[in-house]
C-alpha cells in the first residue's frame, strides 16, 4: 500500500484516559532519510517504493499523519536502579498508530506531557544503535522492537555537547512495561489496572482470554517470556545496561536500546553503562535483575491475583532460566542432547574464557569449525594450557556425538554468529555518520539482517576485537 492509503487504528486509546496523552509530534528541522528497512514494511503491508518518497521522510518525521492516526504518549512509572520514580511515560516516544499488530512508534520526536526536564529529542548517534541493534537483535532469534526507519536532521540538541537531532520510526508488537502496571498499582487505581491487564491479555497473551484466574495466569507467562528472555541474552552475549522496570516489556520482548553491549571478551561482571557503578545491571547480574523486576510486578500485581500463587510461580523463575540457558548452550557447543555433567564442561568453558579473556562471539564461531585442529582456537587467548584442557573435555564429550565434524560444523554455524554489532563497529558507523557518510550503517545493517552468514567483504569486523577496542562504555546520555 501506498502511505495515503493505509489506515491505522489506536487500539491503546480504548484504555482510561489516566493510562495516555494524546500529543502532536514536533517535526525536526531538515529531516533526511538514512536508513528504512525493507522487511519491516512488508509487516507493516507498505509498497517498498515508498521508502524512497518524501512523504516519506516527512511521515517518519511526525510531519505527515497517517489515515485513522491519533497520536499519544503512554503513561507509566518504575524502578530505576532500584528505586521507585513514580511518574515517567514516553518522555520522547509518540505513538502514531497500529497495523496489524504492530504499534508505531517515533522516538524523539519532541515534547509530551512525561518529558520531565528532557527535550523530547534523541541523537543520532543512539538512533543509529537503537535502529541497528534492534535489527540485528531480531535476526539472532531474540524477542525484540525493531524500526521502520531511521532519519536525521539539521536540528541541534544539547547533550554533553551540541549534536544532531534523529528520530527513529519504531515499532513493536506491545509497548506495555512493567512500569506500566506499577503506576496504576502505586495509585492505587483498580480500575485502570484491570482494564490494562485485559488489554495486555488481548494484546500479547490472547489465548488467555476467557481462562479463570486469567491475571495469576498472565503474571506466570509473563515470568516465562522473561525467563527466556534472560537466557538468550546470556546465550548470545548482550548486556542490556539498563533494566528498569520501565524497560523491562510486559511481552518479554528485549526493548529501549540504550548503552547496551556484545561482549568483547567473556566477562561474567562485564558493566557496560557507565553511570552503573556498582554493576547492578553487568552482564553476570541480568537474570537476578529479570527476577527482582518480576517481583515489582508481582507488587504491582497484588489487586489482581493471590500473592502466594504468584510467589510459587516466582520461585520456578531460575528453573526456566536455567532449562533454557542449558538448552542454547547445548546447541552452541555442538552436543546433540544435554547431559548432566555438561554443566561442569560448561562452567569449565566460561571459568576458562574469563581467566584468559576470551572474545565470547570468536570463540564459539572458532569451535564451530572445530575439527580436532586447535591453532586457532589457541590463538584466541593469551595462555595455551587452559584451552587444551578444555578441548581435552570437549574432545570426550564429542565422541559420544554421532553426527560427523561437518554435519557438527554446519549445525554449530547457524546459532554461532560470525557477526554481533560490537560497541566498535556501532562506533565506527557513528562517527562516518557525524560527517554525512552513512555508508558503515549500510554495512552494519547487511550484517545485522544476516549474522550467520560469511560476508567475506566484511571479515575485518569478524574475530576477536583488538584491545584498543575493547570494552567502549556508553552512558545513558541519549
Ligand atoms: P530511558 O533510560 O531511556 O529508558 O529513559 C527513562 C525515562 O526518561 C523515560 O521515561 C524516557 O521517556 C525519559 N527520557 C529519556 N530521555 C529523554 C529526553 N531527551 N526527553 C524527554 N524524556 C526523556
Ligand atoms: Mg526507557
Not at 523491562?248 to 528485549?254: C, H
Not at 539482517?449 to 566484511?458: A, G, I, R, W
Given at each position: ?16 484516559e ?12 531538515k ?15 507498505l ?22 492516526g ?17 511518574r ?18 517515533l ?16 541523537v ?24 521502520l ?11 554533553e ?54 491475571y ?11 525467563a ?14 539498563v533494566?528498569n ?15 547496551y ?75 546433540e ?8 564442561l ?42 587444551h ?7 570426550r ?11 557438527r ?5 547457524q ?20 560527517i554525512?557518510?552513512?555508508s ?16 567475506p ?9 583488538a ?12
Amino acid at each position: 500500500m501506498k502511505l495515503d492509503e493505509i489506515r491505522v487504528t489506536n487500539p491503546y486509546l480504548a484504555l482510561p484516559e489516566l493510562c495516555y496523552t494524546r500529543v502532536k509530534p514536533t517535526p525536526l528541522a531538515k529531516p533526511y532519510l538514512i536508513h528504512a528497512n525493507a522487511e519491516v514494511a512488508r509487516l507493516l503491508c507498505l509498497d517498498e517504493e515508498e521508502l524512497e518518497s518524501e512523504r516519506f521522510v516527512d511521515f517518519v518525521n511526525g510531519a505527515l499523519e497517517l489515515g485513522g492516526g491519533d497520536p499519544f504518549a503512554m503513561c507509566y512509572a518504575g524502578h530505576q536502579f532500584g528505586f521507585y520514580v513514580p511518574r515517567l511515560g514516553d518522555g520522547r516516544a509518540i505513538n502514531i498508530g497500529t497495523v496489524g499488530k504492530y504499534h508505531m512508534q517515533l522516538k524523539g520526536a519532541g515534547l509530551t506531557r512525561y518529558s520531565r526536564d528532557g527535550d523530547g529529542r534523541a541523537v543520532l548517534r543512539s538512533s543509529i544503535r537503537e535502529y541497528l541493534m534492534s535489527e540485528a537483535m531480531h535476526h539472532l532469534g531474540i524477542p525484540t522492537t525493531r524500526a521502520l526507519a531511521l532519519i536525521g536532521s539539521q536540528q541541534q540538541v544539547i547533550r554533553e555537547q551540541w549534536e544532531k537531532g534523529a528520530i527513529v520510526l519504531r515499532v513493536s508488537p506491545s509497548w506495555v512495561r512493567f512500569g506500566t502496571f506499577e503506576y496504576f498499582a502505586h495509585h492505587k487505581k483498580h480500575f485502570e489496572l484491570e482494564a490494562l491487564a485485559e488489554y495486555v491479555i488481548a494484546e500479547s497473551y490472547p489465548h488467555l482470554a476467557d481462562k479463570e484466574d486469567r491475571y495469576r495466569v498472565l503474571f506466570g507467562e509473563v515470568v516465562h517470556r522473561t525467563a527466556l528472555l534472560m537466557a538468550k541474552w546470556q546465550a548470545v552475549g548482550f548486556n542490556h545496561g539498563v533494566m528498569n522496570t520501565d524497560n523491562m516489556s510486559i511481552a518479554g520482548l528485549t526493548i529501549d536500546y540504550g548503552p547496551y553491549a556484545f561482549l568483547d571478551d567473556y566477562d561474567f561482571n562485564y558493566i557496560c553503562n557507565h553511570t552503573d557503578r556498582n554493576g547492578r545491571y553487568s552482564f553476570g547480574n541480568q537474570p537476578n535483575i529479570g527476577a527482582w523486576n518480576l517481583r515489582a510486578l508481582m507488587h504491582a500485581f497484588e489487586s489482581l491475583a493471590s500473592s502466594q500463587r504468584m510467589e510459587e510461580i516466582l520461585d520456578g523463575y531460575g528453573k526456566i532460566y536455567t532449562d533454557h540457558y542449558l538448552e542454547l548452550m547445548t546447541l552452541k557447543l555442538g552436543l546433540e542432547s544435554f547431559e548432566a555433567e555438561d554443566t561442569e564442561l560448561l562452567r569449565h568453558l566460561l571459568g576458562m574464557m574469563q581467566g584468559l579473556g576470551v572474545d565470547y562471539t570468536s570463540f564459539f564461531r572458532t569451535l564451530s569449525e572445530y575439527d580436532g585442529s586447535r591453532e586457532a582456537l589457541l590463538a584466541l587467548g593469551l595462555y595455551h594450557k587452559p584451552m587444551h584442557d578444555w578441548l581435552d573435555s570437549y574432545d570426550r564429550r564429542l565422541e559420544r556425538n554421532s553426527s560427523s565434524h561437518r554435519e557438527r560444523s554446519a549445525k554449530m554455524k547457524q546459532v554461532n554468529p560470525k557477526y554481533v554489532l560490537k560497541n566498535y563497529m556501532l562506533q565506527e558507523a557513528i562517527d562516518a555518520s557525524q560527517i554525512g557518510d552513512f555508508s558503515l550503517v549500510k554495512a552494519l545493517f547487511v550484517i545485522a539482517q544476516k549474522p550467520f552468514d560469511e560476508h567475506p567483504q566484511f571479515q575485518r569486523w569478524a574475530g576477536a576485537t583488538a584491545d584498543i577496542l575493547k570494552n567502549k562504555k556508553l552512558s545513558c546520555s541519549s
